[in-house]
């Protein structure tokens, strides 16, 4: 589903990513860990454009999205993004913040933007929640909005940045809860997450990033227990 080659992305002098090679098979769920200022939001948003690769190849679904002209509007179509900081737009709805972009991009008629909406935030469990203004919600509730929001899109891949770190620690396990599910359900995922039980009971693949490069990857099972790189022990020596 994904197939990223060589994909480096500097800022100015900084390299933050220096030769990130890596494939994500369809319904695969790959968890992303490493250190505060690894490159792994980078990495994530090279995947969906908002950051522009300097150089390599990202290929989605077979269509390579690092090709000149491509067109970006389509691949955000295909490829959800979760933030840590939810986004929502204050002055609208819960239900009119999930049914906006399949309007605005043409998908759907409001009407049955609507319906389809409703569906998704029911399957986030804020069905009650519809006609609720987001400053209304509690921040797990907010960001299982945003999931539902990007849902809309039908989107093929799912990408979570730190979806649960803004969050107070009674609302993390129904943010992950849902994220979970969404797995289970065969979405393609990659996840960046300070949650190792998360990526150890959920996810397929712990990929551990560092300085700009996968340092070390594997079966969580694998990787948790019997690290195999300095870097990557040290770091779960110190989170774990
Ligand atoms: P992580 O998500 O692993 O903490 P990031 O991908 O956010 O790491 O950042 C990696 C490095 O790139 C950091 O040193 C950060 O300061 C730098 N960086 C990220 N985005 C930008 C940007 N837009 N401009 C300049 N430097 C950036
Ligand atoms: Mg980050």
Redesign the pocket.
């Known amino acids: 589903m994904i197939r990223i080659r060589n994909l480096r992305k500097s800022?100015g002098r900084?390299a933050?990513l220096q030769g990130i090679d890596l494939d994500v098979a369809r319904g695969e769920v790959v968890a992303l860990i490493?250190p505060?200022?690894?490159?792994?939001?980078?990495l994530l948003r090279c995947v969906n454009l908002l950051e522009r690769p300097t150089s390599g190849s990202i290929v989605v679904d077979g269509q390579e999205i690092t090709a000149p002209g491509f067109d970006v509007n389509r691949l955000r179509q295909r490829v959800g993004m979760v933030f840590q900081h939810f986004n929502l737009f204050p002055h609208m709805t819960v239900l009119k913040n999930v049914a906006l972009a399949p309007v605005l991009t043409g998908r759907l008629p409001a009407r049955e933007a609507e319906e389809r909406a409703l569906e998704l935030l029911d399957r986030v469990g804020l069905k009650a929640k519809a006609s609720a203004y987001p400053n209304s919600l509690s921040g797990g509730q907010k960001q299982r909005v945003a999931i539902a929001r990007a849902l809309a899109m039908n989107p093929e891949v799912m990408l979570f940045d730190e979806p649960t770190s803004a969050l107070d620690p009674e609302m993390v396990k129904e943010v992950l809860e849902v994220m979970k599910a969404l797995a289970l359900e065969g979405m393609t995922m990659m996840v960046?997450t300070h949650e190792m039980g998360f990526a150890r009971e959920v996810c397929d693949r712990v990929l551990f990033?560092d300085g700009g490069q996968i340092v070390e990857q594997g079966e969580p099972q694998k990787v948790f227990s019997q690290p195999e790189h300095p870097r990557t022990v040290a770091f779960l020596k110190a989170v774990l």
């Open positions: 800022f900084l933050v490493g505060s200022g690894s490159g792994k939001s980078t960046v990033m």
